[in-house]
Nanobody
Framework: QVQLVESGGGLVQAGGSLRLSCAAS????????VGWFRQASGKERQFVAT????????YYSDSVQGRFTISRDSAKDTVYLQMTDLKPEDTAVYYC????????????????WGQGTQVTVSS
């Protein structure tokens, strides 16, 4: 079973940038589409972005389109989420997961979630 580890979260001012990483251990994610989701306190897990297995195509939620970029490095078996022009409403715990479907925008289609990384955007 693949274990995913998210990192790169932190506290940033509105308008700032962060890059999140989703690394695999105990297995490989190289053959799978990977998605990023976020969950704000008291709210349901929300789709952010997903990338296909090769990295050639990506799909974004309307709320992050144009501000966030998902990418992957097969050599490092890692998927990234570059976040720019961050807004207070982007504050959440960010999770990555793998799926067999692309593009998949609902959490139940993903497995092997990581523990999450907290992103806090101050106004």
């Amino acid at each position: 079973q693949v274990q995913l580890v998210e990192s790169g979260g932190g506290l940033v001012q509105a308008g700032g940038s962060l890059r999140l990483s989703c690394a695999a251990s105990g297995g490989s994610i190289i053959a799978y589409p990977v998605g990023w989701f976020r969950q704000a306190s008291g709210k349901e897990r929300q789709f952010v972005a997903t990338i296909n297995w090769s990295g050639a195509t990506a799909y974004y939620s309307d709320s992050v389109q144009g501000r966030f970029t998902i990418s992957r490095d097969s050599a490092k078996d890692t998927v990234y989420l570059q976040m720019t022009d961050l807004k207070p409403e982007d504050t959440a715990v960010y999770y990555c997961g793998i799926t067999s479907t692309y593009p998949a925008t609902t959490p139940h289609k993903y497995v092997d979630w990581g523990q999450g990384t907290q992103v806090t955007v101050s106004s």
